[in-house]
DNA sequence: ACCATCCAAATGTCCTACATTTGGAGGTCG
DNA sequence: CGACCTCCAAATGTAGGACATTTGGATGGT
């Protein structure tokens, strides 16, 4: 519903939040190329200028990536994963690994508590995908891992640091340049399964310390250890 | 060079650029007003188009606020602390107080491992300051609370974190309403000592005993004072 | 000293025009 | 028939002007 401005707050501000709620919705995929400037301008009643405004400002809020001679693509839906990411790239990657390291931590240990039988089998489900992908080509068995642990730190209950983790995640691995072949590793393989295990069992302190020592292994990969 | 990103940059999109720098370099510091639109355009030699795009964009991202018919004013100097912001007051305030409690209490830990003479010295000022505060008004004490335990943090080395902590608690003290009673508790006072104590001591675990217990004692305090 | 009025200044919105870049349509040549 | 080149329509980028709207202060009268 594309509504005509009434309060005080400037138009461009109305528009911008139009989009911002289209791309939230869904209505707007990300990856997909919205409607061209002189299309939303008789569509939404407004001129060229404040539209231009609007999208240039959801531009440089990260969520859109106009292209001159092309259009203007969907490029992200959650403002806080683009500041957080560039945030986290100027940092120092020790850093955002301990933060990252400390929310999975608490998300592993929340999810022994909180985590329902749908989402024990949920996990068991992405585990069993993973340990598939581990023969696969290493893009997908990294995108299988860091399905299976965002799907734990989610079943922990609390929204706002599974957000945190989940947008600091990528990030990370894509800073350092890991994903080298923890996946050959059988105590990495066991800890995954035994952290279901502790997360169905609803023992926090077993989860706990499951994701300590996978954070633990998977540092000590990363740093040398190139035998 | 696989990488060719010399793809146009935007015109105004530098322009937003050095406004950006200019508000992070204290250029125009929070709470001023910038020059008006029309004297940019002739500094910067682009037209006021270009000028009020990148105006635009900084106002989404709330570092600025235009006010018709007076100016445009700085309103803060992070973008990460005004999406953190929002994304924090949509958020149950029981999983912000966590997150908040559980990067405090890192902080607390890698302060004892990581603070130096200097960073003690300037703990145990702001630690007096806090006590002086307790007998002033409300806010002076709650501000004096903050930057102590803010200084904590960031004596942990831990830029990220410390910047988390620090955008996250500001949004909670003010949802919560707290500061009710929590100075005239000995046990709380007693604990904040305590705290510096074991910073000096360089012990990991007795700091982050104490800022475990002192979340806790909050805790308590805020939600039903009455047991 | 107080108050209503007016005015300059600043932002908000719209318009036209042209430049620049891109992707594809269409034709040409091997 | 396929690969390649040329050209054009489309989309965003930039510029400049015009007028509306709102605000805060100056102005002038009571």
Redesign the pocket.
Known sequence: MLSS?QR?V???TQVAGQFKQLIAAGDWPVGSRIP???RLTEQLG?????V?EALSALVHLGLLE???????YVRADSELQVSLGRRVAEADPDDAFEVRALLEHRGSRRAALHATAEDVAHLRELLDRRDAARTGDLAGFVEADFAFHRAVVIAGGNPLLAELYQHLSPVITQTISDSAALDHDSTVHDLHHHLVDAIEAGDPDAAEACSVALVAEGRDILRGSAS
Chains 1, 2 share one sequence.
């Open positions: 401005p005080a400037p138009l461009a061209p400037e002189h407004v001129s060229r200028n404040t231009r106009a292209r001159p001679g092309d259009g203007t």
